[in-house]
């Protein structure tokens, strides 16, 4: 047993990434995943910080990169991925090319969620070794996350474990009047991290900070962590206020060019908004590349709106045994906060039948709510509480000595979690990528690269334009973003049936150049052969 507790973790956290990221390890990181899409995207909003970083021409402004050209503050269309570029910067200075950069990111990234939330269980929580293990498996490695792991700015939640570790530490450090030092340096770790998980991730901050408010006012209804909570304020005030400013100024510029961006977006409106609403049987999905679950209950399953984004299962053991966990643990005050804030969320989320939903209030009143088109990914805010009630199942079992069948409930959990999700050949992505850069006339301010009709979908090749405008230097009027510009649509569908098609561009491309004061004559029109 206690050979186990000494590699018991490692062996579950290099289980965790062989299971996220087989595809891409057995292949030799020759495949990525999951598509050409979202995922070549996130890799050039990447590249293009790296660039800016290093003040490479073209990528001189960091909210403006040479796509949609020349429109301005087009990274505010979509996540920024700022907080996790230290990780991306060191491996394309070393000489990585930027896909295999990516590949490397995204194995740190979900590498380092495993020790956060171990941290969290197993110092913060005080529970056993195989337990915290067994729980830091499925924060780090859980369904939700690996379903997610072609949105790669989804992955880097340990900054979302941080606040909680720092929570934690101060409701303890409050039962002794000593440590004021050590609980002001909690103080800075809460606020820090909400400035870092913002600037990595907008979605997971966005929910990160819904969660703490509702924390927060169950935590005041609770008398022992009201009485804990108003301690703390009365010593370390004047240390949360000055870490809430700075905060506050730190990411005033992100807020300040969504802000922005937002002001000449469409206004989404809530029928739209309501489409992404996690329906009740969201939570028992997984998915068809589920390994366990991928052909049941198909199509009763499959008939949502988005339903890639409504894969939200853990499977029926792991939901049942860290159900158990977190009940027979209600008795904390603790627990009682985490237990009411997880089922607020839970509500405030859902799409009932006859298509109620509480979100209609949140969508209306609560500032950033309008951006969250896919609701369905608070089920990653809700893999906290669920990995430490797994944990506290675990222990609770390791505790009474359950014996033979405990290891295989811990498979039966690893298991429920697997997925093969699919995966591209970054070489092939690659190639055609040199093909448009070859076609791209030099002397052009900018061009728009249009294509054949073929069975790729428009944003694939709209991503072959964009890299190819770096590996050229030309900036670019094609783009792929999670919003596009206003009067840009037109030119988004670029691929040519015949003469007609082309004329349509040709034309689409000239009025949005002059619109936005270019002389069209001065932009190269490609026309892939």
């Known amino acids: ?32 995943e999951t598509d050409p899409g979202d995922t070549r995207h996130l890799n050039y909003v990447l590249e293009h910080g790296f660039r800016w970083l290093l003040s490479r021409p073209g990528h001189r402004e960091l909210w403006s ?71 830091a498996f499925l924060f780090s490695f859980g369904s939700p996350r690996l379903v997610h792991v072609g949105h790669q700015q989804l992955i880097a939640q340990f900054f979302t474990i941080l606040p909680v570790i720092a929570l934690v530490e101060l409701f303890r450090a ?49 008398p022992e962590t009201r009485r804990r909570l108003f301690w703390l304020l009365s010593r370390h005030w004047l240390a949360a206020a000055a870490c809430g400013v700075a905060s506050f100024l730190a990411v005033a510029p992100l807020a300040e060019h969504y ?5 000449v977006l469409e206004r989404p409106i809530f029928r739209d908004a309501a489409m992404g609403l996690p329906p009740l049987k969201a939570w028992l999905n997984l998915g068809p590349y589920s390994w366990l679950y ?11 709106p988005f339903e890639w984004e409504k894969r939200l299962g853990l499977g029926l053991v792991t939901m049942l045994a860290a159900t158990y966990g977190l009940f027979r643990q209600r008795s904390r005050p603790g627990v009682r906060v985490l237990i ?3 089922a607020a969320l839970f509500l405030l989320t859902a799409s009932f039948p006859g298509r109620h939903t509480l979100w209609r209030w949140v969508f209306e009143f609560v500032p950033g709510a309008t951006a969250m088109r896919a609701v369905s990914r608070v089920a990653l805010i809700l893999l906290v509480p669920a990995s430490i009630g797994l944990a506290c199942a675990f222990d609770r079992a390791l505790l009474k000595r359950r014996g033979a069948w405990l290891p295989a409930l811990a498979a039966l959990v690893v298991l429920e979690q697997g997925q093969t999700m699919p995966s591209y050949d970054k070489r092939t992505a690659r190639s055609r990528v040199a093909a448009v850069a070859r076609s791209i006339p030099g002397g052009c301010e900018a061009f728009f ?33 999670s919003h596009l510009p206003p009067a840009w649509e037109p030119l988004y569908n ?23 004061g270019r002389d069209p004559e001065r932009a190269c029109f490609v026309l892939e052969p």
């Open 340 to 342: 009411a804030t997880s």
């Open 294 to 304: 991928g052909s049941l209950g198909r199509p009763f399953l499959s008939d949502m």
């Open 449 to 481: 690269a249009a294509f054949p009709e073929s069975s790729r979908n428009v944003f694939e090749t709209q991503l072959d334009a964009m890299w190819a405008g770096l590996e050229t230097g030309a900036p670019t009027v094609n783009g792929y973003s």
């Open 65 to 135: 990169p040479p796509v949609f050209f020349p429109e301005k503050n087009t990274a505010a269309y979509s996540e920024t991925l700022l907080g996790v570029l230290p990780l991306y910067a060191p491996w394309r200075l070393l000489g990585a090319p930027p896909d295999t950069a990516l590949q490397i990111l995204v194995l740190a990234l979900a590498l380092l969620n495993f020790p956060a939330s171990f941290f969290l269980l197993r110092h913060s929580l005080d529970l056993g070794v195989l337990a915290s293990s067994m729980g």
């Open 1 to 32: 047993m206690a050979f186990a507790r000494r590699i018991g973790p490692a062996l579950l956290c290099a289980a965790g990434l062989l299971i996220a990221f087989h595809p891409m390890v057995l292949s030799g990181f020759a495949r990525t």
């Open 259 to 263: 802000l922005e961006a937002e002001a």
């Open 174 to 222: 409050s039962e002794s009047p000593e440590g004021g030092s050590r609980r002001r340096a909690w103080i800075g770790l809460f606020f820090a991290s909400l400035v870092a998980q913002a600037y990595a991730c907008f979605y997971l901050a966005w929910f990160l900070a819904l969660a703490l408010a509702l924390a927060l006012a169950f935590a005041v209804a609770v």
């Open 494 to 516: 670029n691929q040519v049936r015949g003469a007609g098609d082309a004329e349509r561009l040709r034309v689409a491309l000239r009025q949005w150049l002059t619109s936005r």
